[in-house]
């Protein structure tokens, strides 16, 4: 039995590239694919966010208006969005993207409504665009996509299995958290999550728990009920 009817799940733009860091790793997507169409299985309600880091991060460096940047990656999570669905369509799983910018030709916008219906029609929801705000960060969109949906638990599936209190390819010695509650997390000023995206899921209690996608069926096992990665609650 899963431990949760209705799953958030957020999925870098990192972690779909796989190893190539950039783009779209074809292994990456159907590992995600195959998952999800194990918990669906299990009987377990989908919804998924997904970043865009792998084509577009910030201003990369530039001096780009901070407003021009974040709405091109917001884009950026448009392309990652479809190439998600195309996948999981290709294995028969019925999807939607929603998106929070108003792009009515390749997709849906974003209507609470619509995307509750189509949970109770056994689809896979796809939410692309972030807040569809400048200055919120898709790790934000994601914690408000779970508190609009009454998502049980937000997954946020990273390219590092877990969150360490400082970073661990700098930094060998990094120590990773099993456990951590939502006020330790913002007081220590941890970055690995967007705090926003963590007050968000204090104010409305979501737990979150942080994990790495490479690691194996780690989707399946957090639905189960395995402890991996870190948990924030």
Known sequence: MPKYKR?????????????????????????????IGLIRDLGVE??????GGNFWRGRQGTSMDRTTADHMGMLATVINALALQDALEQKGIQTRVQTAL???????????????????????????????????STDTGAALRAAEIHA??????KNIDGI????PKKNPNAKK?????YVDYIRMGLTALDTTAVSLCMDNKI?????????????VRVVSGETIGTVIE
């Open 102 to 136: 108003t792009i009515t030709r390749v997709a849906e916008p974003y209507i609470l409504r619509k995307a509750l219906r189509h949970f109770e029609k056994g689809r896979v929801v796809i939410f692309a665009c972030g807040t569809g705000n400048p200055y919120f």
């Open 152 to 157: 049980d638990a937000l997954l946020m599936a």
């Open 46 to 51: 989908v919804g998924i966010v997904v970043g």
């Open 207 to 219: 737990s979150i728990i942080a994990f790495g996608l490479d690691e194996k069926d780690s989707i």
């Open 177 to 181: 958290f099993d456990n951590l509650s």
């Open 7 to 35: 799953v958030l799940i957020k999925i870098s733009g990192e972690a779909l590239s796989g190893e190539n860091g950039f783009g779209i790793g074809t292994e990456s997507i159907d590992e995600v694919v195959r998952q």
């Open 164 to 167: 360490y209190d400082s970073d």
